[in-house]
Nanobody, 114 residues
Framework: QVQLVESGGGLVQPGGSLRLSCAAS????????MAWYRQAPGKQRVWVAT???????AYTDPVKGRFTISRDSAENTVYLQMNSLTFEDTAVYYC????????WGQGTQVTVSS
């Protein structure tokens, strides 16, 4: 069983940066794919970025060039570095792990506001 806990959310001004963390209670080596999703108010949860156990990454178009996903297997943690944030990035951000099972974190709020 793997538990995922996100952190690093908060209030930031447009153009600012945040780094989200997703810490796994167990080893993330068993998780072949780690991903970030987000859910804006009144909208469905959508995919943001993915990183595989081999280090391959993929991003949804709205965040390409601004967000970077990375993983630290030694720390059992996945990160999402978010730069040049805009109002449209305001959402609850969720971490997802895929391995023998499918695991979700509880989410962390990111609010972009002036």
């Amino acid at each position: 069983q793997v538990q995922l806990v996100e952190s690093g959310g908060g209030l930031v001004q447009p153009g600012g940066s945040l780094r989200l963390s997703c810490a796994a209670s167990g080893t993330i080596r068993s998780l072949n794919v780690m991903a970030w999703y987000r859910q804006a108010p009144g909208k469905q949860r959508v995919w943001v970025a993915t990183i595989t156990d081999s280090g391959s990454t993929a991003y949804t178009d709205p965040v390409k060039g601004r967000f970077t996903i990375s993983r630290d297997s030694a720390e059992n943690t996945v990160y999402l570095q978010m730069n040049s944030l805009t109002f449209e990035d305001t959402a609850v951000y969720y971490c997802k792990g895929v391995g023998a099972g499918l695991y979700w974190g509880q989410g962390t709020q990111v609010t972009v506001s002036s």
